[in-house]
């Protein structure tokens, strides 16, 4: 069976449930459970939202400094071996993903070793990166393996944010040893961008629009932005350094129809139609799991153990943001599902119903 891909931006064929050997019933049951399970976050009020959700910590200094937009609707997409199989709510609208972006930002890392501009994941930043953030001998320590996984504990301030304000449980406690300890932080994701943007050399928008969005055929209606704060200079000329997520606005803004063409990239072990666009060696190596979170890969989220989707099968991982933005892959089935703006707890609602009845994968011919 030869693979499809879709076409340029909406050129995308539609195959009806049963012919891709999917319960039409229960695929119709998926969309509903999805659209009656719409997070509680505000739509016009959004921006409000992310104000005083993220910057009222008491060490952040309560500031959004990146864009921020009133949020769409409830939407989603199902691909099975690459056709559209369902469709639901505005999927063209170029929306904040929050922390999905972080899913694209290790990817730049990926083609970033996979051009040889970084040789290794287990170097230290600092052999690459001469911005003064990997000076201290706490700092000097950590690696890019470090900076992907989340295990970095990195000391300082990034961008008017101290790293405290970007972890999860609003407390300070002083570093560990870089490499022996997990924490989801994005003053230090944020980091991580202005590491990639100092081995790049360019704008981080303009590498993922060359390497990948464009060879994927995705809209021009995506962005990637940054802090009115975060900018440097490189070889000259003044770049922004771009969020990996949206707590204090910025990060990507973008469609359900192109995460669904980055997850069936994804899917497709990084290869689109004849050219091979990330290694199946960086795929393998993102979504390995961590030492100190089993869950977590380098920069996607993992169902070791079946533990985050529980009716999903294992080998399956997915991007995450706040509101419940995922983009889900599992290869098991040949299969993305695209949702945004659902309640989390009940995505898993959703993927139970899809895989109901679903026939069993038959060999895709290569």
């Known amino acids: 069976m030869e693979e499809y891909y879709p076409g340029r931006w909406d050129d995308w064929e539609k195959r009806k449930p049963k012919d891709?050997?999917?319960?039409?019933?229960?695929?119709?049951?998926?969309?509903?459970?999805?659209?009656?399970?719409?997070?509680?976050?505000?739509?016009?009020?959004?921006?409000?939202?992310?104000?005083?959700?993220?910057?009222?910590k008491r060490f952040d200094d309560g500031n959004v400094y990146g864009?921020?937009?009133?949020?769409?609707?409830?939407?989603?997409?199902?691909l099975r071996h690459g056709y559209l199989v369902a469709e639901w709510g505005d999927t063209f609208y170029a929306d904040m993903t929050h922390s999905v972006t972080k899913s694209y930002l290790s990817t730049i890392a990926g083609l970033a070793l996979g051009k040889g501009l970084i040789r290794d994941v287990h170097d230290p930043v600092r052999m690459y990166v001469q911005s003064g953030h990997f000076d201290?001998?706490?700092?000097?320590?950590i690696t890019w393996h470090h900076l992907l996984q989340q295990t970095n504990e990195w000391d300082g301030t990034l961008w008017g944010k101290h790293y405290a304000a970007g972890n999860p449980d609003d407390e300070l406690r002083e570093?560990?040893?870089?490499?022996?300890?997990?924490?989801?932080?994005?003053?230090?994701?944020?980091?991580?961008?202005?590491?990639?943007?100092?081995?790049?050399?360019?704008?981080?928008?303009?590498?993922?629009?060359?390497?990948?969005?464009?060879?994927?055929?995705?809209?021009?209606?995506?962005?990637?932005?940054?802090?009115?704060?975060s900018w440097v200079t490189i070889d000259g000329l003044r770049v922004q350094s771009v969020s990996g997520g949206g707590h204090w606005g910025g990060g990507l803004h973008i469609s359900?129809?192109?995460?669904?063409?980055?997850?069936?990239?994804?899917?497709?072990?990084?290869?689109?139609?004849?050219?091979?666009?990330?290694?199946k060696n960086w795929i393998s190596m993102a979504t390995t799991p961590c030492v100190h979170n089993p869950a977590y890969g380098y920069m996607w989220w993992l169902n070791t153990d079946r533990q985050r989707i529980p009716s999903a099968p294992e080998t399956s991982y997915y991007a995450s943001g706040e509101g419940g933005n995922r983009i889900w892959v599992d290869p098991e089935h040949d299969l993305v599902v695209v949702v945004r703006w659902m309640d989390v707890p009940y995505i898993d609602g959703v993927i139970k119903r899809l895989l109901t009845n679903i026939q069993p994968l038959a060999h895709l011919d290569s």
């Open 136 to 141: 201290s001998p706490h700092n000097a320590k």
């Open 20 to 56: 891709v050997g999917m319960d039409p019933q229960m695929v119709e049951e998926a969309v509903s459970y999805a659209t009656a399970h719409e997070t509680p976050r505000p739509r016009r009020e959004y921006p409000r939202y992310i104000k005083l959700r993220y910057t009222t």
């Open 256 to 279: 359900a129809r192109d995460h669904a063409r980055f997850g069936y990239l994804f899917l497709r072990q990084g290869r689109w139609k004849t050219k091979q666009l990330i290694s």
């Open 67 to 78: 864009k921020t937009k009133p949020r769409t609707n409830v939407n989603g997409l199902i």
């Open 175 to 229: 570093p560990q040893e870089p490499g022996t300890h997990y924490e989801y932080n994005d003053v230090r994701v944020n980091l991580t961008a202005l590491a990639l943007l100092h081995v790049w050399r360019q704008p981080l928008p303009q590498v993922l629009k060359t390497a990948i969005m464009n060879p994927i055929d995705a809209s021009n209606t995506w962005r990637w932005y940054g802090y009115r704060n």
